[in-house]
Structures are given as C-alpha cells and as structure tokens.
C-alpha cells in the first residue's frame, strides 16, 4: 500500500519570505514523487518530480523540493513568496514498480500574505 | 496546443438521471483517469484505463461507469445509482509510468 501525508491544512506566509509545505509518503520500494498546484477552479498543474537522483528537484515558477529518504519526506520549498502563489498544492506518491496509479495527499492551501 | 478537454464546465442533474461527462485530450497519452475532489478530501480515484477497451475501478467506482472506445476520449456516466454525486470532476491523463499527470479544468456536478 501507499500513502502521502500533508500534515497541515493551511499554510500562511508573508510575501517574500519564505515558503514550505510538507508533505511525507509511504511506499513499498522506491518513490517516484510529484507536486502539483490547483487554482479555483480550475485542474491540477504539475510543479515537479523526483524519480531518481539529486535529492533536490528544480521545477516550475521558482519552487523545488527536497526528496529525504531516511525521513521519507518531499517537501516543496520556494525562497521568496509572491502573493499569486496562493493555491492548492498537492502531493502525490507511487511506487517505482507496481501499480502505476499515483495517491494523492488531501491537498495544503498555501495563503501568501501581501 | 495539447491538452485534456472536458466538458460541460458545470453539470446539473436531476433525480433519477444519469449524466454524462466528457474528457478528450490529444496528448497522445495512453493512460486516462477519472477523479473526484471533495472539499477537504483530495482526490479519490474513480476509474482509469490504460489503453483503449480496456478500463479498471478505482476506489470509489461505486455509482459511476466510463467506456474507452478511443484513444483520445474517456467519458464518464454518473449514474442514478450514486446518490451524492455533487463533487468538483477531474479527468487526467499520462503518457507512462513514472510521468506526471495533465489534467482538464474540471466538471462541477450539482444536484437539481
């Protein structure tokens, strides 16, 4: 079985600070690891991956996060908030082998402050 | 530009009706799946398909059904069996294993 924990709800910060939103998996195996960003009403974007190799991923509009195995942890982190990141973000888990079919944590709305 | 089309964009049904969602990409992905989102709940899959004529239940299967007679088109039945179906649909699609998801913006299906 496989599961991904996003342990807080809601996450604030103020604009330029920095940002991160935890999230912690269970697998069987290697992860393969996935954020992704919802706006109102809209459908999921992807933000990055982790499959293998560096721990840190780079992806999309300034975010990465950080794959730490021995705490089984991908947290998204970005280093300067902007108020438009305010979204739904999602982290999502599945095994290297097996079922190819991704679980989804329940989602963390990140509010930035202006 | 490639993308996952779904429509309509809001959905009532009343009583007793089924209703049907629609869901074409032209990603030339394999792979396509169907979503629930509740608020607060994530997303709970419903079906997914990974190739055409071919199609598994998800974790909440109960109530809906899908067909995968092509490629580019998974639609979903919510049927008159499910009796909450008021919920935020969600269609994706992957070209393999280990890629991301693309995802449609979403039905939302309210009760008349």
Not at chain 2, 67 to 84: D, G, I, M
């Amino acid at each position: 079985a496989q599961s991904v924990a996003q342990p807080e709800d809601q996450v604030n910060v103020a604009e330029g600070n920095p940002l991160t939103v935890k999230c912690t998996y269970s697998v069987s195996g290697n992860p393969y690891l996935f954020w992704y960003v919802q706006y109102p009403n809209r459908g999921l974007q992807f933000l990055l991956k982790y499959i293998t190799g560096d721990n840190l991923v780079k992806g999309s509009y300034g975010f990465e996060a950080e794959f730490n195995k021995s705490q089984t942890s991908f947290h998204l982190k970005k280093p300067s908030a902007l108020v438009s990141d305010s979204a739904l973000y999602f982290c999502a888990v599945r095994a290297s082998g097996g079922s190819y079919i991704p679980t989804f944590g329940r989602g963390t709305s990140l509010i930035v402050h202006p | 530009d490639g993308g996952i089309t779904q429509s309509p964009k809001y959905l009532f049904r009343k009583e007793g009706q089924n209703v049907t969602l629609s869901c074409e990409q032209n990603l030339n992905h394999d792979a396509m799946y169907w979503y629930r989102q509740d608020p607060g709940q994530g997303l709970r899959l419903i079906y997914y398909s990974q190739i055409v004529n071919d199609f598994q239940k998800g974790d909440i299967a109960e109530g809906y059904s899908v067909s995968r007679e092509k490629k580019e088109s998974f639609p979903l039945t919510v049927t008159s069996a499910q009796k909450n179906p008021t919920a935020f649909y969600l269609c994706a699609s992957s070209f393999g294993t280990g890629q991301p998801q693309h995802f449609g913006d979403g039905t939302r299906l309210s009760i008349l």
